[in-house]
């Protein structure tokens, strides 16, 4: 399974932003798939999930602002990016695993394949 993150960019505060995650190989309905940063000097932590349809995972920090959605037809997964700030700032990759609970989804142990990342800065 290969992934591939893209739309990163920069961004002023209270701007969006989408990224995509353009995933081959493997069966892509099958796997949960994640969002996850990365800040400078920080640990990699887990942003959004999504399994099957509709299921989801948010954590505190990205509640209410952020969305993700599959497109199954296409193997892509989105992360919808709104009102950001500067604690949004960070590479950000995306993931597929089998998680299958809502505890497991967010976290990384439960992912097998990342993507390269894909920087997202953020202006005040």
């Known amino acids: 399974v290969q992934l591939q993150a893209s739309g990163g960019g920069l961004v002023q505060a209270g701007g969006s932003l989408r990224l995509s995650c353009a995933t081959s190989?493997?069966?892509?309905?099958?796997?949960?798939m994640g969002w996850f940063r990365q800040a400078p000097g920080k640990e990699r932590e887990f942003v959004a999930a999504?399994?099957?349809?509709?299921?989801?995972a948010y954590s505190d920090s990205v509640k209410g602002r952020f969305i993700i959605s599959r497109d199954n037809a296409n193997n892509t997964t989105y992360l919808q990016m709104s009102i950001l700030n500067y604690g949004d700032t960070a590479v950000y990759y995306c993931?597929?695993?089998?998680?299958?609970?809502?505890?497991?989804?967010?976290?990384?142990?439960?992912?097998?394949?990342w993507g390269q990342g894909t920087q997202v800065t953020v202006s005040s």
């Open positions: 993931a597929a695993g089998s998680a299958v609970t809502l505890a497991t989804m967010t976290q990384r142990r439960w992912y097998n394949y």
């Open positions: 999504i399994r099957g349809r509709s299921s989801t």
């Open positions: 190989g493997g069966t892509f309905s099958k796997h949960t």
